[in-house]
């Protein structure tokens, strides 16, 4: 395939010590005294939003979430849309880190460390929600089989235990591929530090790595093992996750499309959150010759190939409701679409099926502000996909005695709004302090990296 | 070891020599280089790069790493103690029927099987890799060296050291000069290392060594101990609420009560239930002949006695009355022996009732029938009894009673 051999960079000038560039590219955002201005006003803006978020989650764990708008029969509401919503943006990482790597698709090594980073930085938002959604968040070692004295243990056949496992375990393994891939990057920046504590610091999470090539043997086929277990983990969390929904007999949730739909939608939504992500990163940091405009151009093909996917099974899900004969389940996507949540279900389909057919104009997907503002429309366009599949199935089942319109509260938005500042807080002091571009992989496959001599 | 043993070391002799170290700038020469020494026949050296240089490996000659079966062995107890696990927690230890599904099948648990399988297997590839890679090591001959810092950013560097039998530091020399290195420089053993950890970290570490110790100590003598205080709850959970429950002591009361009684010459409000006519169907000492004047006699009390009726006394005296309900017939299908069929109302016996003591049987029940007061309200259990009248009226009228113009539908 012809991206396979994409290079970071243009053609260097000649006599020019590649490597040498590559790090100074790099360290310099971690080295700098002094951040760029946008830093700043970033970081003073998410931890405004992180504040809110802590002071609502801390209103709700002294009230009880009644504080927030779930109620019968929409005992889900925003908590399940933004755990959804968070799990699926944190599948880019991983996506891109592994299953690219076994494609051998080298042109990840410019945006995989950041990717993984925000994976790890979206499932933390995502794990908040369900751990404050059972209401009770002091207690959740309930869902762990932990003996007890009430010789009480988990429930193995229900997905929402499943969940837990999946959840925690996609965690944990993209926490550890994440550091894996940093310890040459932490031993670079011990190398290069002026001061002892970013020494000690950096030298301890290098655990002294000193680039021996059969140190590097071990740690090569360590990193296409973890990624190679990564590859169906990623597959597998969200068709997980869309067991929650599918394997309940709600019309509108119990359908085998699920899980395919699901990964799809995560990937789309991921991608637009790399995007969305690096194109004022390059910018501001001055990463432009690393992340160039062909990894956009590439990333936001991705965007428009799941998208359409996402599409296909929007339609699809009408085509069985319609084919099953099943009159609940005709009246479930009427209703979605022409129901009291139409207007959800049309903002849906405008961002995420209207919008990023726009980059099927070479002129749109090369140009990086069109590239973040498609983006930021199909993060949007994707909660509301979640806020659909939700609402409208629980609002409206069977017997319409049953039947309620959801209404968030304000401290619904406020801990929407809030986790988005503990993910920007996390993923700007990722991009201050940590390796944010994989140094040693950039160099692998850098045209200097490759080059083989005489041979 | 003394001062006086340390500063005799350092003065001395110099360390012994760790290896000779050879500098290269490029990819290329480090792999020809590296396929030289091997050629050599040197068996204890090492290359230093800042990327994992494609092709070193068969250069140096580096065999397969074991660390693939490490992997597929965590893997494979990962499976199996999911298997365990959830067997023996759902199946074994405290098996409960949910849903309908077995206590045990395997595709329920496939999720957790895979997750553990896969959560086992990555743990166990980053420790094995550390391990095998003897990481983490914090400290090595080759940290004195100056330039070899950058070997983590754009130098690249091969390492014969003493120990190699061939080694011998004019040959080994000239060896590593026809690989035609940008520098070689001899790495000497690490003998600066102090020998006393700094005094603030020996600090820290017994402070911190006790401090953790702290929080078990008190647990443990929690556990061993008795006391009569009640115990720490910092979550409430709604344990403890500001009110009293019945039978509790209140000491504000003289009497000590928590539940007040009824203050002399009182009644609460809508208890004053003096009406013995309305409320007991009593006349005197025997029951009442009349309606109450509280029941209007009209056709509206007699739609609402014929619908609550239909609530409450079909299921066993049917429709009409007669003790022929729903729960009447299934009973006796049953054939139990132990039911009393309800009395069929339009009786000559409970005909000649007075509305007093129909009312009564409703309010209070009756040998085996359950008493209504509870459930129905006074006056709609005066409208019911108007209409058991009108139903009792119904079973022995004659064509005389018919109002004249509907005689004629009867012909």
Not at chain 1, 77 to 102: C, Q, R
Not at chain 1, 166 to 191: C, E, H, K, N, Q
Not at chain 1, 333 to 349: D, E, K, L, Q, S
Not at chain 2, 61 to 74: D, E, Q, V
Request: glycine letters at 8%; one cysteine or more; hydrophobic letters at 45%.
């Amino acid at each position: 395939m012809a991206i396979s051999d994409v290079n970071p960079f243009e053609a260097p000038p000649a006599g020019d010590n590649m490597f040498a560039r590559i790090t100074d590219n790099v360290t310099r955002i971690a080295e700098t005294a002094t951040p760029p201005r946008a830093w700043y006003i970033a970081f003073g803006f998410a931890q405004l939003l992180l504040l809110m978020f802590l002071g609502s989650l801390g209103y709700v764990i002294w009230n009880g979430i009644g504080a927030w708008g779930n109620m019968m029969p929409v005992a889900w509401g925003f908590p399940i849309v933004n755990f959804v919503f968070w799990i699926g943006i944190g599948h880019a990482g991983t996506l891109i880190s592994a299953v690219l790597f076994l494609f051998r698709q080298n042109w990840r090594t410019a945006i995989n460390r950041f990717a993984e980073a925000m994976t790890i930085f979206a499932v933390v938002c995502a794990g908040i929600f369900p751990g404050m959604h059972i209401g009770r968040p002091w207690l959740p070692y309930y869902m762990f089989p932990i003996p007890n004295q009430m010789d009480m243990w988990p429930q193995f056949r229900s997905p929402l235990e499943w969940d837990v496992f999946a959840v925690s375990t996609y965690a944990t393994v993209s926490i550890l591929f994440w550091y894996m891939g940093m310890i040459p990057d932490f031993a670079t920046f011990r190398d290069r530090a002026t001061t002892t504590v970013r020494r000690v610091a950096y030298g301890i999470v290098a655990m002294g790595w000193r680039g021996s090539s059969r140190q590097w043997h071990v740690y090569e086929r360590a990193y296409l093992i973890l990624a190679a277990l990564a590859t169906p983990l990623v597959l597998s969390v969200h068709s997980v996750v869309s067991f929650d929904f599918a394997t309940a007999q709600l019309p509108g949730w119990h359908t085998t499309i699920f899980p395919p739909y699901f990964v799809a939608g995560a990937i789309f939504g991921g991608f637009a959150m790399v995007v969305t992500l690096a194109v004022p990163a390059r910018q501001f940091f001055g990463l432009k010759r690393i992340i160039t405009i062909r990894h956009l151009e590439l990333m936001n093909k991705v965007i428009m190939a799941t998208g359409l996917i996402v599409g296909y099974a929007y339609g699809m899900e009408f085509f069985v409701a319609w084919y099953s004969g099943n009159k609940y389940e005709v009246f479930t996507f009427v209703n979605r679409a022409f129901g009291p949540y139409g207007w959800a279900y049309w903002t849906m389909i405008s961002c995420n099926v209207l919008f990023p057919q726009l980059h099927w104009f070479p002129q749109v997907r090369r140009n990086p502000w069109a590239t973040l503002i498609i983006g930021l429309i199909v993060n949007v366009g994707m909660w509301f996909e979640r806020f659909v599949i939700i609402c409208t199935s629980l609002s409206r089942d069977f017997l319409p005695s049953s039947w309620g319109y959801f209404v968030p509260t304000p401290v619904d938005l406020m801990t929407l709004g809030g986790s988005f500042g503990l993910f920007f807080t996390l993923f700007l002091l990722f991009c201050r302090y940590l390796p944010m571009v994989a140094m040693s992989e950039v160099k692998a496959f850098s045209p200097a990296g490759l080059a083989h001599g005489d041979h | 070891m003394s001062d006086e043993h340390k500063k005799h070391s350092v003065k001395s002799s110099p360390p012994p020599v760790h290896g000779l170290l050879a500098e290269y700038d490029t990819p290329p020469q480090i792999l020809h280089a590296a396929k030289q020494i091997r050629a050599a026949g040197i068996t204890k050296w090492d290359t230093y790069t800042p990327f994992a240089v494609h092709g070193i490996d068969d250069a140096m000659g580096i065999k397969m790493t074991i660390l693939p079966w490490f992997t597929l062995g965590a893997g494979l107890t990962g499976l199996a103690s999911a298997i365990l696990l959830q067997w023996w927690t759902n199946a074994h230890d405290y098996a409960w029927i949910i849903s309908g599904k077995p206590f045990w099948s395997i595709p329920a648990n496939v999720p957790i099987m895979f997750e553990l399988t896969v959560l086992l297997s990555a743990i166990t590839t980053l420790v094995g890799m550390l391990i095998l890679n003897n990481l983490p090591e914090p400290s090595h001959p080759l940290d004195q060296v100056r330039r070899f810092a950058r070997v983590t950013d754009d130098k690249f560097f091969l390492l014969i050291r003493a120990s190699d039998p061939k080694f011998d530091d004019v040959e080994t020399r000239a060896l590593l000069a026809t690989t035609h290195p940008v520098a070689v420089e001899a790495v000497l053993e690490d003998r600066v290392t102090p020998e006393r950890m700094p005094t603030g970290l020996v600090y820290g570490l017994i402070i911190f060594a006790v401090a953790s110790v702290v929080p078990f100590a008190l647990a443990a003598k929690a556990r061993y101990t008795k006391s009569s205080s009640p115990r720490i709850h910092l979550i409430q959970d709604m344990d403890s609420q500001p009110k009293y429950k019945a039978q509790r002591e209140n000491s504000f009361f003289a009497d000590g009560r928590a539940a007040r009684p009824a203050i002399e010459g009182t009644v609460a409000a809508g208890d004053a239930r003096d009406d013995d006519h309305f409320y007991q169907g009593k006349d005197g000492p025997g029951w009442a002949r009349t309606f109450p004047s509280e029941v209007a006699l009209n056709e509206a009390t007699m739609d609402r006695g014929r619908q609550r009726f239909g609530i409450y006394c079909t299921p066993c005296h049917g429709q009409i009355g007669q003790g022929d309900g729903m729960v009447s017939r299934r009973a006796e299908s049953l054939q139990q022996g132990t039911w009393v069929a309800p009395t069929n109302m339009t009786l000559e016996y409970v005909r000649q009732q007075p509305v007093g003591q129909l009312f009564g049987t409703i309010s209070n029940g009756i040998r085996s029938m359950p008493a209504y007061a509870p459930q129905i309200k006074t006056e709609d259990r005066w409208a019911i009894v108007m209409y058991v009248r009108a139903l009792q009226r119904s079973r022995s009228g004659s064509v005389g009673d018919l109002p004249p113009d509907a005689r004629a539908s009867l012909k």
